[in-house]
């Protein structure tokens, strides 16, 4: 995903609550390993169980 369009998606990533950001990171698409390292690190740790549970659905 080109740079501009990302720092947005991470700017409503960073805002977004924890079901919506579960949602945002199974569904984006067109990024690359950094960028979903990034969102990654973003997301509360103890919400990780529920976001691997919904990559695995």
């Known amino acids: 995903m080109k740079l501009v369009e990302f720092e947005l998606l991470k700017k409503d990533f960073m805002n977004a609550d924890d079901n ?25 740790l103890n919400k990780i169980n529920d976001l691997e549970a919904a990559l695995n659905s």
């Open 20 to 44: 919506k950001k579960i949602e945002m990171y199974v569904s984006a698409e067109g990024l690359t390993e950094d960028q979903y390292t990034q969102l990654l690190r973003l997301f509360p």
